[in-house]
């Protein structure tokens, strides 16, 4: 399924990264270096993504205010935050009904992609807590 993504990180090196990736998988990738600049991306485009991928930490806006903005304007838009910070990760779950999930860093490859296409298709989340004791 090739899909439009925003990818929206400060670090180059980690753009740089999940932007050959996501293309490399068949995807049609728009890159921004802060959020105000995928803000800005989002409303050229009318909001015709498939999913925004962003990073929570950035410059300008970070990505909760992103996601809220993104959220309130295109409420169909698959939102996938990424932080290497518990404290950012803890921020995000107050926004639960509007993101997907949250990506925590560093994260190989294949975790990022496998989410990146679990959020596409709009995959129920399996809860690490719920899982281990259906496991018990």
């Known amino acids: 399924m090739m899909a439009r993504i925003l990818v929206a ?20 990738v728009t890159e921004a270096e802060d959020g105000g600049i995928a803000a800005e991306r989002l409303a050229e485009a009318g909001g015709a993504f ?14 909760i205010a992103l996601a809220l903005n993104a959220a309130a304007s295109y409420p169909d838009l698959t939102i996938l935050l990424m932080t290497g910070f518990a404290d950012q990760r803890e921020r995000a779950h107050g926004l639960d009904a509007l993101i997907y999930d949250v990506v925590p860093k560093p994260f190989s490859l294949q975790m990022l992609l496998e989410k990146v296409d679990d959020a596409l298709h709009r995959r129920p989340l399996v809860l690490p807590s719920l899982a281990r004791a259906a496991m018990g």
């Open 9 to 28: 990180e400060d670090d180059d090196n980690v753009r740089a990264f999940v932007v050959r990736a996501l293309a490399h998988m068949g995807h049609e």
């Open 50 to 63: 498939d999913l925004l991928l962003s990073d929570i930490k950035m410059p300008v806006m970070d990505g």
